[in-house]
């Protein structure tokens, strides 16, 4: 028989049964935040990235249909995300939808992309997990694949979290590694094509050339018109192959033009100056930093920690480029399964690498 309570004691609500869940719930969250406090003694990661994989094979182990291992799937994630961000972890990545996925049946693809777009609408709401911890979203890949609606929904997502600031989910949407990389080398070439066409006559290198002087044979009339027009064909940044965007031959040329130039000059002088060797080390350049901050991850550190449902230890062209000192842990257990003690597990095997990682990174 199922006794009422006349008035609610804190949380709990007049009826027995809300009374027992209530209760139960209390001593899981209370149990729940002390095992935090006691892991929290040691290091626990920045960055955790998740490949969530094993969802279908969750709906056929569970005979459900093939899209309730997706929606199973999301609410192991919204868990694992609580705990991560009670725990600390401030960048949480997760590989949502590959490039790859949309070789999959049209009509799986669909079922994915209205799934995406409803929980995308979910994360707006008062009472989400976003507005909970004040995460900011961001979603990551090539929105340019996306249908019109799914894109225009994470835009939304993005500009309304954007002053978010406790804590912060990457969303990889369109996303592969590959693609990543071929997207940061075009925009550093993009933004280095106005510095390597101004280089010359920023340093003044043509002040010496005269109108009617003879330059690789040819006749100079108009020194600007002549500068643009081998700045751009010496360089080869129309062709965006080869060495910084050029082809060989290309590259080839541009350094007999610097001789050219600087012969012209030594011949009037006498000699090459130090100021002009200097000069020539000065041509600008595609650095490591130039390609990383056009990464689409340059929003967020390197991940500490890779963890993959399922057992599998292959990254499946996931942050190839971010995951070089990156720890990998595979638990067994299929993504909508993931829980707590998975969790756990991983921040120990963290930790119990942590000393040995960092020594490692300090000799890089």
């Known amino acids: 028989m199922v006794t009422s309570v006349p008035n609610k004691v804190g949380n709990y609500s007049s009826t027995g049964n809300g009374v027992h869940k209530l209760f139960f719930d209390d001593i899981t969250n209370f149990l729940r935040r002390c095992l935090f406090r006691v892991l929290s003694v040691g290091p626990i990661p920045t960055h955790l990235a998740f490949i969530m994989d094993g969802n279908r094979r969750y709906a056929k182990k569970q005979n459900l249909k093939e899209g309730e291992g997706h929606k199973a799937g999301y609410l192991a994630l919204m868990s694992l995300l609580c705990y991560c961000y009670e725990l600390g972890i ?36 008062e009472e989400s997990i976003v507005s909970q911890y004040g995460i900011r979203v961001c979603f990551i890949g090539n929105s340019r694949l996306l249908s019109e609606p799914v ?27 590959s693609n990543e990389i071929v997207h940061a080398v075009e925009g550093s ?6 510095e390597f066409r101004l280089c010359n006559l920023n340093n003044n290198v043509m002040d010496d050339v ?25 360089q080869g940044l129309k062709q965006g192959k080869g060495c910084n965007g050029a082809p060989y031959h290309a590259c080839e040329s541009f350094e007999s033009n610097w001789d050219q130039v600087l012969t012209s000059k030594a011949s009037k002088s006498g000699e090459v100056s ?10 600008p350049v595609i650095k490591l930093v130039d390609i990383e901050k056009h990464m689409y991850m340059a929003v967020a550190p390197d991940p500490d920690m890779l963890i993959r449902s399922f057992g599998e230890s292959r990254l499946s062209n996931f942050l190839l480029w971010q995951t070089s000192n990156c720890q990998l842990y595979s638990p067994a257990a299929l993504w909508p399964e993931i829980g707590l003690s998975q969790l756990v597990w991983a921040i120990l095997k963290f930790q119990q690498s942590h000393s040995y990682l960092e020594k490692k990174m300090k000799q890089l």
Not at 155 to 177: D, G, Q, R
């Open 90 to 125: 401030k960048y949480v990545t997760i590989y949502a939808f590959s490039i790859e996925n949309f070789k999959r049946r049209p009509d799986e693809v669909q079922s994915l992309m209205d799934l995406m777009l409803e929980k995308m609408e979910a994360l707006l709401m």
């Open 210 to 234: 005269k109108e009617g002087e003879k330059v690789n044979g040819m006749v100079v009339h108009d020194i600007q018109d002549f500068y643009e027009d081998t700045s751009v064909e010496s």
């Open 151 to 177: 894109r225009a929904a994470a835009e939304k997502v993005m500009k309304v979290t954007s002053n978010n600031s406790k804590a912060m989910l990457l969303v990889c949407v369109a996303y592969t590694a």
């Open 189 to 194: 070439c993009k933004e280095k094509e106005k």
């Open 274 to 283: 130090e100021g002009f060797r200097n000069l020539r080390q000065e041509v």
